[in-house]
């Protein structure tokens, strides 16, 4: 009986040839963990913890430092489904300990930066035509999966597409001369 091979993103992330870095997607309610969340913690870094699904938890598994990671909102609405930032890999794979442990494991994350334009994901779906591998994409396969990897061309095209990141104190000096 024939067997039906498995997409390559369905199981890694494809490896930066360059730099060594794999690319990956984790997806949040924004009222449990938003993106000021992730910026307020100490230093930018907290724990991506609480995921349950076996694929979700293998790709975690599979994060090491420096690994980049797409900062997706999702939400009950078609307007907050939208990546909205950057976070890199701080800690690998860790067992939970004490009341963590229940929930598992996880793995530390620190914020890189906000996109200057999030991107939504009829964007995104938009685009499945017309950038190579956005059809197969997890985020538009698998839409409950959690955390998942990052082809290296999509990773380019939604970093292009969200304009980059914002720079630090950027945001505050448009706002102080909107109030002068």
Same mark, same amino acid.
């Given at each position: 009986?024939?067997?039906?091979?498995?997409?390559?993103?369905?199981?890694?992330?494809?490896?930066?040839?360059?730099? $060594?870095?794999?690319?990956?997607?984790?997806?949040?309610?924004?009222?449990?963990?938003?993106?000021?969340?992730?910026?307020?913690?100490?230093?930018?870094?907290?724990?991506?913890?609480?995921?349950?699904?076996?694929?979700?938890?293998?790709?975690? #598994?599979?994060?090491?430092?420096? +690994? #980049?990671? /797409?900062?997706?909102?999702?939400?009950?609405?078609?307007?907050?489904?939208?990546?909205?930032?950057?976070?890199?890999?701080? #800690?690998?794979?860790?067992?939970?300990?004490?009341? @963590?442990?229940?929930?598992?494991?996880?793995? +530390?994350?620190?914020?890189?930066?906000?996109?200057?334009?999030?991107?939504?994901? $009829?964007?995104?779906?938009?685009?499945?035509?017309?950038? @190579?591998?956005?059809?197969?994409?997890? /985020? /538009?396969?698998?839409? #409950?999966?959690?955390?998942?990897?990052?082809?290296?061309?999509?990773?380019?095209?939604?970093?292009?597409?969200? $304009?980059?990141?914002?720079?630090?104190?950027?945001?505050?000096?448009? @706002?102080?001369?909107? @109030?002068?």
């Amino acid at each position: 009986m024939a067997r039906k091979a498995k997409p390559a993103a369905q199981g890694t992330a494809v490896v930066a040839a360059a730099t $060594g870095v794999q690319y990956w997607l984790l997806k949040t309610e924004p009222g449990e963990w938003s993106w000021s969340d992730q910026a307020r913690a100490p230093g930018g870094v907290a724990p991506w913890d609480g995921v349950r699904n076996r694929q979700a938890m293998s790709s975690l #598994r599979a994060m090491r430092p420096g +690994d #980049r990671c /797409l900062f997706y909102h999702s939400g009950a609405g078609a307007a907050s489904r939208r990546v909205v930032g950057v976070v890199e890999v701080a #800690r690998p794979w860790y067992e939970g300990e004490g009341e @963590e442990a229940v929930a598992g494991g996880a793995v +530390d994350v620190r914020a890189v930066g906000e996109f200057r334009n999030p991107v939504p994901l $009829g964007v995104i779906k938009k685009a499945a035509g017309e950038v @190579e591998g956005m059809k197969d994409f997890a /985020l /538009l396969r698998q839409a #409950r999966l959690s955390v998942m990897p990052v082809p290296a061309k999509i990773w380019d095209w939604v970093c292009d597409a969200g $304009g980059g990141l914002v720079q630090d104190g950027e945001g505050e000096d448009e @706002e102080e001369e909107e @109030e002068a």
